[in-house]
Structures are given as C-alpha cells and as structure tokens.
C-alpha cells in the first residue's frame, strides 16, 4: 500500500519544495486585519489608538525581523542590479538576466487536472492540504478565453480588484463597467463593511467602487461585511440594501466572552499578548500582539476554537498572518462566510455554476492533521518529501465563495488555491492587474440577450425596407409615411452599428449572408447524400 502511495505522489510531480516555501512567504498569508474580519464592522469601526498600530518606520520587534528581512530581501537584490549596471563601463557586456524564481507553471489541462485530483485526495482522505501550483503561461490564455463565454462574475475586492484598502484604478473600473455593458452580471463581495466611524483610515466597502462612473454602476451588485448584506446599485449609482443576513443572537454573547477570557488567559503561554478585540454582528475577533510567532497563532486558533466547542457553538476559528508585517496577526470566526451572499444572489439572478466565474486571492488555508492512522502518517510523509512543509496559516474567505457555485470556472490571483475546488485555476500572475485581464475578456462576449437584439434589430429593418418600398409604390400620398419609416430605419441601423463598434462578433456573424447559409446547408445535405450512394454503388461493383 505505501508503495502505491509514494507512486502517486511522486509521479503526480504536483509541486516542489520551491513551491511551498514561496506559499508561505505570498499565497496563504492572511490580509490585513480590517479586510480579513469576516462578517465585519470589525476593526474599521475600532479606531484604535495611534499606540495599539505601530507606524511604517517604526522598528519591528524581534520575533517579527526574519518576516521583514524575507520580504526586502528582494527590494536589495534590484538595488544590487541597479548599482551594477550604474557602475559597468561603457560599451561592456550586460550581466546576465536572473533565473526566474518561483514554481514552474502548468501548461496542460489534463495534467493540471490529474494533479488536482491528486492533491484533493490526499486533502480529503489523508488530512494534508496543499495548494495548487499556478498554471502557465498557455494554460492561462485559455483559461482567460474560457471566461470570456461566462455570464456572471463573482469577484472579491481588496487585492483583486484593487489593492487592498484603495479605490480601484481606472482601468480596472473601465473592465467591470465592461462586462456590465456586455449584458452580463457583475457581483463584488468583500469582508469590508458598508460603513466606517468618521476619521476613521479604513474605506467603507463602496469606496473602492467609486472610480466607476455613477452612470455606469446600475445594475452591479456588491456584498458586503463577508457576505452579510447585499445592495444593488441604483440608477443614480447609489447602493440599495436588498438583502440582510441575521446577525448572532445577542443571548450567545456571553458564551463567546467566555470562550474568549479563557482563551487571553492562555496568552502567556504562548509568548504574545492581547492587542484588541472587537465584536461584529457575526462574530468576534481578537488581535494578538505583532511578533507573535505563526505557529503559536495556530495552536491559539485550534485553543479558541475547543473552547467555543465545550459551550456547544460550531464555528471555525482560523488565525490568520497579515501581509504586512507590521501589523498583527489576529484570531477571528463569523457564522457566516461569502458562500452565502453567492447562494442568495445566484437564487435572485438565476445564476448557475455553468455561467458563472469566481475571482478571489484567498482561496487556500493549509491543513496538516493526517487521518487513517499509520495509513495517513505515511501518506503525509511522502507528501512532504514531494511537496515540503505545509505552511502554517493561509486565508480561504475567497475560497468559500466556489461552496455555493460547486463546479464553477474558479481563478485564483493570489499564487495559491485549494485542490478541493472541482474547477480551481491558480493563474500565472498575482492582484488586480491578473483580474483585470479576466474582466476584460468576460466584458469582450456579449451576453445572448445582446446578440438576441442585434438579429432583431436586423429583422425589424428588413420588414422596413418592404413597409417603405410599399409606400413609396403608393405615390404622394404615402411620401409623409414613407419619410417616417425611413427615419425609423436609420435609428435602427446606428443601434446596431453601436452594437457592432462594441461587439466586433455581432459584425461577422451578421455577415452571413441568407444565400451563404443556404449554400452551406445544400453542400452539408449533398455530402450527406453522396457518402451512402458511394457506398452502395462499392457493395453492387463487388457483389457483381
């Protein structure tokens, strides 16, 4: 049986130990605390204290120094490049480029679907999670291509829309405004909340639309506080509240402070101190000190969570790492995710999995408890030694939007994703600029109600052009109706030339002229005909 295993895993070459290492550094690292609340007012209403954040120039604390170095230890090497290249002399050689760093892309569909499958076995059956490895550079172009026929998109906001915290560029804004025009659904569903305390640094969640212009923001639908509320915006590009999730019933409060107290009590222990807590009306968060290691931050999530399961409440407790390394690292869970505004909305929309594509940089929370025994032990073993160490923490908020929509087309742009998502792509690039490509390609196909309208626009001029031939054979009398129905034709046909301007497609396909179609099926039903009697004519030659 182990010797199964091991075939499996080696010979599935899923990831390398490379590929493991730059997940921990960039995939499954949490975002900063105010976004990755889920369900949360959370800490954009705290309004901490100037003391309780600590500034960008001040000094890290010790525990916190290996993260910092790891992520400027880039930022000194380009500086190294530079100097060298100011300091060549004139006319010499250029050094050679770097080798690029970073796992190997994926470039076949199939053998990116066997790994997968690989993978989310060993997840499911054996208890040891991995991320899977990003897809290259032809299987992302395909992937791009495929997107373009989906009819709805479900997108996360902070670093996939835009970075986190900010208004979303003009270019991005230009690419959702896109797909809105291309007929299709547009839905942004973010942890933020719908509203801030004033003087507060945080964006409400609506603030990072607001580079789409009011005109063009009718009809897109954006979630927010993790998936608790849903507004539509309006005509006048104002969100509408359509939808509001219960919040926790107040009498589980204390049960929640209990858990928490016991929790704090237990800070000690594991070298960290509480920061702040905060509760929202889906769940609770508590912020731990910055510096406190990342394995020390999973066991107090494992801790926290027992601790809310002795008082008979379910919920996962996940500890999570912020990008940043200045900022803390924090424990948080809510009794809702994003799974359940995608459910809500896909009911309103009549959304299914099929049409639809989900867009997300926090799609993978790694998980390392082997299950079956021996059995298990042994298959995390060969795991490792294919694939390297499970990271510590990650984020799966963007992960659960794909729970609701099973089988539906998931990209993920921030370098990592779960292998139990049935269509997961990790694509090759990272952040808004990677969604925005995919935006743009959606908004590039319009959607059937479009080409619907073009063809009965087409069919409305044709019976113009006979109604006005009608009229004009009826002489004078008819001159004033028959200048009616041509202006009417002229509407009709700069409808259709702004159709065509904006979907080239709607062009070519119009092209097709009636006798080109029946020219076409007469050489199909000819060739259909020809084979059988060629066939028979064989059978009588050699029956003779």
């Given amino acids: 049986m182990f010797s199964v295993i091991a075939a499996v895993l080696l010979s599935a070459g899923l990831a390398t130990p490379s590929l493991c290492a730059a997940a921990e550094v960039e995939g499954p690292a949490g975002r900063p605390l105010p976004e990755a609340s889920v369900g949360a007012p959370a800490v954009p209403q705290l309004d901490l204290p100037a003391a309780a954040v600590p500034s960008a120039g001040a000094p890290a604390a010790s525990a916190a120094e290996a993260p910092a170095q790891a992520v400027s230890a880039p930022a ?107 007929g299709k659904l547009f839905v942004a569903i973010t942890d933020r909340s719908d ?19 009011a005109a063009e923001r009718e009809g897109l639908l954006i979630a927010t506080n993790g998936g608790g509320k849903i507004y539509e915006y309006q005509a006048d590009g104002s969100p509408k509240l359509i939808y509001e999730e219960p919040g926790l019933p107040e009498s589980m409060r204390p049960a929640i402070d209990e858990a928490a107290a016991a929790v704090k009590a237990r800070l000690p222990e594991f070298g960290t101190a509480l920061k702040n807590e905060f509760h929202s009306p889906y769940g609770y968060g508590m912020i731990l000190r910055e510096g406190t290691p990342e394995s020390a931050v999973k066991a107090l999530a494992a801790a926290f969570q027992a601790e809310l399961r002795k008082r008979g409440m379910d919920f996962e407790v996940e500890g999570r790492m912020a990008k940043d390394p200045t900022l803390p690292p924090y424990l948080t869970f809510s009794k809702l995710d994003k799974s359940v505004a995608v459910k809500r909305i896909a009911q309103l929309k009549g959304v299914s999995a099929r049409r639809a594509v989900i867009l997300g940089d926090s799609m993978y929370a790694p998980k390392d408890e082997p299950r079956l025994g021996a059995l298990g032990r042994a298959a995390a073993a060969l795991a490792r030694r294919a694939f390297g160490p499970v990271p510590l923490t990650g984020n799966a908020t963007d992960r659960n939007m794909e729970r609701a929509l099973r089988g539906a087309l998931t990209l993920s742009v921030g370098g990592t994703a779960d292998s139990r998502m049935r269509r997961a792509f990790v694509l090759d690039a990272k952040g808004p600029a990677a969604t925005r490509r995919v935006l743009e390609a959606v908004g590039s196909r319009p959607a059937p109600a479009i080409a619907e309208e073009h063809s009965r626009r087409l069919r409305f001029i044709e019976r113009l052009d006979g109604m ?21 034709r002229e509407y009709q046909r700069s409808r259709i030339q702004k159709l065509e301007e904006s979907f080239p497609q709607l062009a070519r396909r119009a092209g097709d002229s009636p006798l080109k179609t029946l020219l076409w099926c007469l050489l199909c039903v000819g060739l259909a005909a020809f084979v059988p009697a060629l066939l028979w004519v064989r059978l009588v030659i050699l029956g003779q």
Avoid: C
């Fill in 468 to 488: 006005i031939w009608q009229e004009e054979a009826a002489g004078k009398a008819h001159a004033e109706l028959a200048a009616s129905l041509r202006g009417e």
């Fill in 76 to 182: 000194a090497a380009q500086t190294a490049s530079a100097e060298a290249f100011a300091s060549r002399q004139p006319g010499s050689a250029l050094p050679p480029p770097a080798a690029p760093s970073g796992p190997k892309g994926v470039d076949g569909r199939f053998s990116y679907a066997a790994r997968r499958r690989v993978l989310a076995v060993l997840a499911t059956a054996f208890g040891v999670n991995y991320s899977l490895a990003p897809a290259g550079a032809s299987l992302t172009r395909r992937l791009v291509q495929r997107a373009s026929s989906k009819q709805a998109v479900f997108s996360d906001i902070d670093d996939t829309l835009a970075k986190y915290n900010t208004v979303m560029t003009p270019e991005t804004a230009a690419a959702v405004a896109g797909v809105k025009k291309s």
């Fill in 195 to 213: 509203k801030v305390k004033p003087g507060s640094s945080q964006m409400a969640a609506f603030d990072s639309l607001e580079s789409i212009p």
